[in-house]
């Protein structure tokens, strides 16, 4: 599978996080981003005016953290709340998630390892420091689906997520091209966990162009091996885009 080529100017560029603009850490908290990197997405916003966004499971509240003082269009939790250029946040509404997270947590009181990460409507259950209680986590979460309506589960990198039925990164990405700046553009995404893959189904369905980083079985067409090596190409796409000559 080849890496990508450079991008013209009638193209949006949408970014995952974690494994993809950052390498994954033991924690999200514990996440370093190379300083570099918001100011290579700043120039890219710069260069294809404002068509670039990071589309994550995170909650926008750290993509902000981690990104400023850029501020960009962006999607937190799978989609589930989303802000595009005019700046309002928009969050799909969902039912208590009281009852699910006390199930999910008796688990993590036993195993001490694990940790749940309550975001803006979804719960995800992190188990990166006790791989040997994949099966547990799954099961806890299959269960606790049971005591939310409207809900779905993804299965990420070590990770167990319940987020909401009706988000989706591929859904995310469909309504910021419905938008400008993003209208009538050509998407890119970016992405490395089976969490991105209705992403790179979207873009694919459009005549766009997906973008695996790292390892691993995928729908998209062209692979990057790791944050390093995109955050290269950043840097040589941002040259091609101000200096097409």
């Known amino acids: 599978m080849q890496e990508p080529e450079f991008p013209h100017p009638g193209c949006a560029l949408f970014f995952d996080f974690d494994g993809t603009l950052v390498e994954i850490a033991h924690s999200p908290d514990a996440v370093r981003l190379n300083p570099a990197v918001p100011e290579l997405l700043a120039r890219l916003q710069a260069a294809l005016g404002g068509a670039v966004a990071v589309v994550s499971g995170r ?80 099961s806890t979460m299959i269960q606790a689906l049971q005591r939310a309506d409207g809900m779905t589960l993804l299965h990420g990198k070590q990770v167990v997520e319940m987020k909401p039925r009706r988000a989706g990164k591929g859904v995310a990405v469909r309504a910021f091209l419905d938008e400008m700046p993003f209208l009538r553009r050509q998407p890119w995404f970016f992405g490395d966990d089976v969490t991105d893959e209705s992403a790179f189904e979207a873009v694919l369905a459009l005549r766009g162009v997906a973008v695996k980083v790292g390892e691993g079985e995928t729908l998209a067409t062209h692979r990057l091996a790791d944050p390093a090596a995109l955050h290269r190409w950043m840097a040589r796409a941002v040259e091609r885009l101000t200096h097409p000559a």
């Open 59 to 138: 909650p926008m509240s750290e993509i902000d953290h981690h990104l400023r003082p850029l501020t960009l269009c962006a999607a937190g939790v799978h989609g589930a709340e989303r802000r595009g250029k005019d700046g309002h946040l928009r969050r799909i509404a969902v039912p208590g998630l009281q009852d699910a997270a006390a199930f999910i947590d008796a688990l993590c009181q036993r195993h001490p390892a694990l940790r749940m990460e309550i975001k803006p409507g979804a719960i995800a259950l992190h188990y990166r420091q006790a791989p040997e209680l994949e099966d547990d986590c799954l």
